[in-house]
């Protein structure tokens, strides 16, 4: 069964910087497009940035583009990213998760694997 854990998260300042860790169990990321979501309070999971599984291209969400970077270590099964100039409004739960596709957007999640818990992420002075 494929599972995610994330971690990386914490509380930092504006303008500081984070770099998330996606470990993933029961399957090999290398055969799977991976994207990162993340969920404010209220509101809906919203897709960051996915990575391809064939060549490892990327995209991003407008809202963090130039400033998030998604990387994929496939001998550690894990996929990171690296948040620079960080916003209050990058406050949220971050979550990976499989995907079917990661072109255009919204990137679709995969049916199998489950979200795992996240790890929160508050952006504060």
């Known amino acids: 069964q494929l599972q995610f854990v994330e971690s990386g998260g914490g509380l930092v300042q504006p303008g500081g910087h984070l770099r998330l860790s996606c470990a993933a169990s029961g399957f090999t990321l290398d055969y799977l497009a991976i994207g990162w979501f993340r969920q404010a309070p209220g509101k809906e999971h919203e897709g960051v940035s996915c990575i391809r599984r064939n060549d490892g291209s990327t995209l991003y969400a407008d809202s963090v583009k130039g400033r998030f970077t998604i990387s994929r270590d496939n001998a550690k099964n894990t996929v990171y990213l690296q948040m620079n100039s960080l916003k209050p409004e990058d406050t949220a739960v971050y979550y990976c998760?499989?995907?079917?596709?990661?072109?255009?957007?919204?990137?679709?999640?995969?049916?199998?694997?489950?979200w795992g818990q996240g790890t929160q992420v508050t952006v504060s002075s």
């Open positions: 998760a499989a995907l079917y596709y990661c072109s255009g957007y919204p990137w679709p999640k995969a049916d199998f694997g489950s």
